[in-house]
């Protein structure tokens, strides 16, 4: 493995889209191309010792908006664009694993007989021991693209960095469509709001604004050229890219930065707890002890300064023998004690009906 001190980031959610799987035929799953995006992934995996994970498209399969677009419902349209992901998923797995590549397939909808439930620690935990992990399925809800996928993915799993590989020859970001417009130029720096007002189509606004509100870093790139995934992922001066002007920042800085804030949140909050003032002391006296017949209760000053501790309670030796030296008067339960019940002594079937039932205790 190379020294990993080259790497211009150390975990990276690489983005292929859909139509790339089918390469020149437009249509369906071209197995030279997934060869050559396997190699790819391996020499980055381990050459160059980047942990890597991959959002899958399946553009070249099925598209939803073309869906609902015929006539289908969008949701139902979404879901098989979900399932067309799956396939594409499988099929990188297959060919990363006859490479000798160990690779999980995380699926967003279950389908325990071919893949993994999404777990995001599980997925984590892959990526610390070695595995390339493939995310399928989208988020696993309709109306939301693959994009947005990985843009949540990477945020997720806290990715260094989102790589986004294009096809067709495109190699960055231009004013429009080189394929179509010969006057389009290419970008080669940019902020997040440079892409949403300027209304450029690299990746779906909701996609740009998840990466922006986390300070997720975006690389465009031609998937199919040769050496460009490892030209991205190694330190590479030429290569520029900013975002809200911080270009160098790294998953290990974004997350040091939040628990900076987390921090700096609790003190600001729990210096708003107001603290109780100091006691002096509590004074008990025979005025809120009284039972519940208006007869007055014999209690204990205490004084400032003194702890509760020679408080009269129910279970205390001074109270047994302040009962013992103070004979109760006579409640009036003449009934009670003509049947053969103590007054004093509370009942299990009426516990109201006791006389020694106390209010101040």
């Excluded at 179509?180 to 450029?200: C, H, Q, R």
């Excluded at 990466?211 to 975006?218: A, K, L, T, V, Y």
């Excluded at 519940?292 to 109270?319: E, K």
Aim: hydrophobic share 35%; proline share 4%; aromatic share 6%.
């Amino acid at each position: 493995m190379a020294d990993q001190s080259t790497l211009r980031w150390k975990r990276v959610l690489l983005k292929v889209s859909g139509e790339a799987f089918a390469g020149d035929k437009g249509f369906g799953i071209d197995g030279a191309v997934v060869q050559r995006i396997a190699e790819d992934i391996m020499d980055a995996r381990y050459n160059l010792g980047a942990e890597m994970a991959i959002v899958v498209g399946g553009g070249n399969i099925w598209r939803g908006m073309t869906g609902a677009e015929g006539g289908l419902d969008r949701a139902q349209a979404d879901y098989m664009g979900m399932l067309a992901t799956v396939m594409n998923a499988l099929a990188l797995q297959d060919v990363l694993e006859q490479r000798g590549v160990p690779t999980r397939v995380q699926s967003a909808i279950r389908m325990p007989q071919v893949a993994e439930e999404y777990i995001r620690r599980r997925a984590i935990r892959h990526l610390e021991k070695g595995r390339v992990v493939i995310f399928a399925a989208g988020t696993g809800n309709p109306f939301f693209t693959t994009d947005t996928t990985a843009a949540l993915r990477a945020v997720e799993i806290d990715a260094d960095v989102l790589i986004k590989g294009t096809h067709g020859g495109v190699d960055g970001i231009y004013t429009a469509d080189p394929r179509v417009d010969a006057s389009a130029t290419k970008i080669d720096e940019l902020t997040y709001l440079d892409v949403l007002n300027d209304g450029l189509k690299v990746m779906d606004s909701t996609a740009i604004t998840h990466s922006m509100d986390n300070d997720m870093p975006i690389v465009v790139f031609d998937l199919l050229g040769d050496g460009n995934l490892r030209s991205c992922s190694v330190a590479n001066p030429s290569v520029r890219w900013s975002w809200r002007g911080r270009a160098d920042r790294t998953g290990a800085g974004r997350r040091s930065d939040r628990m900076a804030k987390a921090i700096t949140h609790a003190k600001q909050e729990f210096s708003k707890i107001r603290r109780p003032p100091p006691s002096a002391g509590r004074t008990y006296s025979s005025r809120g002890l009284r039972c519940r017949n208006g007869h007055p209760r014999a209690g204990v000053d205490l004084g400032a300064g003194s702890s509760s501790a020679g408080h009269h309670t129910p279970r205390s030796g001074q109270y047994r023998r302040h009962r013992a030296s103070h004979p109760q008067p006579d409640l009036g339960l003449v009934a009670s004690s003509e049947m053969g019940v103590d007054p004093f002594k509370p009942s299990r079937r009426s516990p109201k009906s006791a006389a020694a039932s106390w209010s101040g205790w």
